[in-house]
């Protein structure tokens, strides 16, 4: 028996070790999104992150830490917004950390309309209100969070949540629309490692985006698409002529393929209509053995792009030079 309790003591000291945080552990998931891809708007799910490194390197290795540089007041704390597919007017959300905070610094065309500073248990809240002087697309730095030292804290971590003021972590699209703002991983920190930062949320990731979706004038009056595919297995292209599809099921139809992630893939859709700017947008989805979409992906601007389609050539009253000039 003296075993059996020594035992659940032990225990009991290592569940207490384990769960004792200086700081509560947001999970950061507001729901399973592959359960309910319409009501959190998969398709423009607009992230937000801290991220110290190249901004090629979103969203696939974002950089959350760094050392902590002594003497350094303010630490500048670079926030980044990507999945920006039809570009943001504004935004809301806050910025909390262990250490002061002694504003934000936008960049970007952003500008700040409203900043309210609180403490809560401890630690500091910035809530956020920002604006764009037209739509911005992404990956785009949005400012920095300035921290200033004063508690001789280390690590500094930062964490970034809905702003309380509004009750929300949302953006504005360039149409109007709203969308959830939501942090890819927990926070980031400038110092020694901590243990909660720099995870993942414990709900499914979309696929990373279809990249580098050029479309141009092909051969016989075609369109020639080209991109490189995104981390699922399946590629949809569709069009709009009033603007950008606000996911795999709007607009009209182009193509579905097969496809594997980094594949460069391209396809001539005929048919599209005459003298008209054509929105093309690419999905990348994973795909069961029965076609049912499993996971969608993101829609940056690099999945995105446009083009205008010239009438029929008149082939009686044109050159060979001019039909040439028209089909380059």
């Known amino acids: 028996m003296k075993s059996a309790n020594a035992l659940f003591l032990s225990l009991l000291i290592l569940a207490a070790t384990v769960i004792s945080v200086p700081a509560p552990a947001r999970a ?42 002594p003497g350094e007041s303010p630490i500048e704390v670079p926030i980044y917004a990507y999945n920006v597919h039809d570009g943001i007017v504004s935004a809301w959300f806050a910025v909390e950390s262990n250490d002061s905070i002694a504003g934000f ?32 697309c992404g990956p785009v730095l949005v400012g920095y969070a300035l921290i200033v030292p004063t508690r001789g804290v280390d690590p500094i971590w930062v964490e970034l949540t809905p702003n309380r003021m509004f009750f929300k972590m949302q953006v504005v699209d360039g149409y109007g629309d709203q969308h959830y703002l939501f942090p890819p991983q927990h926070g980031a920190y400038i110092g020694s490692s901590y ?29 020639k698409l080209v991109w490189t595919a995104g981390t699922g297995n399946t590629t949809v292209l569709r069009y709009r002529t009033d603007r950008f599809p606000t996911g795999y099921e709007d607009g009209e139809f182009v193509v579905s393929m097969p496809s594997a992630p980094g594949e460069h893939q391209q396809y001539f859709h005929t048919g599209a209509p005459r003298g008209q700017i054509l929105y093309y947008a690419a999905f990348s989805l994973t795909t069961d053995g029965n076609g049912a979409v499993l996971k969608n992906g993101f829609v940056e601007c690099e999945s995105t792009d446009t083009t205008f389609t010239d009438g029929e050539i008149a082939v009686e009253s044109s050159s060979w030079g001019d039909i040439k000039l028209r089909l380059d």
């Not at 960049?107 to 630690?123: C, I, M, P, Q, W």
């Not at 209100?129 to 911005?136: H, N, T, Y």
């Not at 995870?199 to 369109?223: H, R, T, W």
């Open 28 to 69: 950061q998931c507001y729901g399973s999104l592959l359960l309910a891809p319409d009501f959190f708007k998969y398709d423009y799910l607009v992230r937000l992150c801290v991220h110290f490194g190249d901004v090629s390197a979103i969203p696939e290795g974002i950089d959350c830490s760094r050392s902590l540089v």
């Open 105 to 136: 610094d936008p960049r970007d065309g952003f500008e700040v309309d409203s900043e309210v500073l609180t403490v809560h248990d401890g630690y500091y809240s910035l809530d956020l209100k920002l604006s764009a002087f037209g739509p911005v």
């Open 195 to 223: 243990l909660y930062t720099c995870q993942p949320p414990v709900c499914p990731e979309p696929n990373v985006q279809v990249m580098d979706l050029e479309a141009s004038s092909g051969f016989g009056l075609s369109v």
